[in-house]
């Protein structure tokens, strides 16, 4: 399709376990966010990723979550030793601009649920 | 980090009624964004102003960013049940680079 796709749509983890999601943005999309989005709150930045670096630049350095781009259009967000607080829904967005704040489309998100 | 205070948090109206909701901060952002989120589904922008004072809209909906870059607005006009959802301002600070700082949103519900 022309959207953003991310899977899977629901998750739940026991808490203490590692867990990849995982996100299909649209094809020439350069730039790519992973926001955490938790109720009653605004969504926050995880990391970011332009499609020619070689390495993601993490817009919130975390030991736990880190994100790999294999592919230009395909990013894996990992979330390591998962935490109750962890629990919320993960929105994708890419861009197919560099470097500008508006015309972003976004996933549908992945809720996780630790347990 | 920085925060955008967005108000209010949840409207309940009637259909037919017009719909105010703003986003306040104390830093300068030069892009203002506006997306509407429906439950299960990502955000999906509705509006976006990149000028100070910049009026836009969107068929019912009107949005503004401020003089001082540091608010923006967001006005629904004849409100339909369809308009239900969790409305989001989202900011890019010019020294942020292409990241956004989200609003808290405003729950919008419209009795028919």
């Known amino acids: 399709g022309a959207g953003v796709s991310q899977s899977p749509r629901y998750k739940v983890a026991k808490r203490g376990r590692d867990v990849a999601l995982r996100c299909d943005s649209i094809?020439?999309?350069?730039?790519l966010y992973w926001y955490r989005q938790t109720l009653g709150q605004g969504s926050e930045v995880l990391t970011y990723?332009?499609?020619?670096?070689?390495?993601?630049k993490s817009g919130r350095p975390s030991g736990r979550f880190s994100a790999e781009r294999p592919e230009r259009s395909v990013s894996t967000l990992k979330i390591q030793r998962t935490e109750q607080g962890d629990s919320a829904v993960y929105l994708c967005?890419?861009?197919?601009?560099?470097?500008?704040?508006?015309?972003?489309?976004f996933g549908s998100g992945t809720r996780l649920t630790v347990v | 980090g920085q925060q955008l205070n967005q108000s209010p948090q949840s409207m309940f109206i009637q259909e037919g009624e017009d719909v105010s909701m703003n986003c306040t901060s104390s830093?300068?952002?030069?892009?203002w964004l506006w997306y509407k989120q429906e439950p299960g589904e990502g955000p999906v922008l509705l509006i976006a102003?990149?000028?100070?004072?910049e009026l836009t809209s969107n068929g019912r909906l009107t949005a503004q960013s401020g003089i001082t870059r540091k608010d923006s607005f967001l006005n629904i006009s004849a409100s339909i049940p369809s308009d239900v959802g969790i409305y989001f301002c989202?900011?890019?600070?010019?020294?942020?680079?292409?990241?956004?700082?989200f609003g808290e949103g405003t729950q919008l519900t419209v009795n028919p």
């Open positions: 967005a890419s861009s197919r601009k560099r470097g500008t704040g508006g015309g972003y489309t």
């Open positions: 094809s020439g999309h350069v730039t």
């Open positions: 990723s332009q499609s020619d670096a070689q390495r993601d």
């Open positions: 830093s300068i952002f030069n892009t």
């Open positions: 102003l990149y000028k100070a004072g």
């Open positions: 989202a900011g890019r600070e010019e020294t942020s680079g292409s990241r956004l700082t």
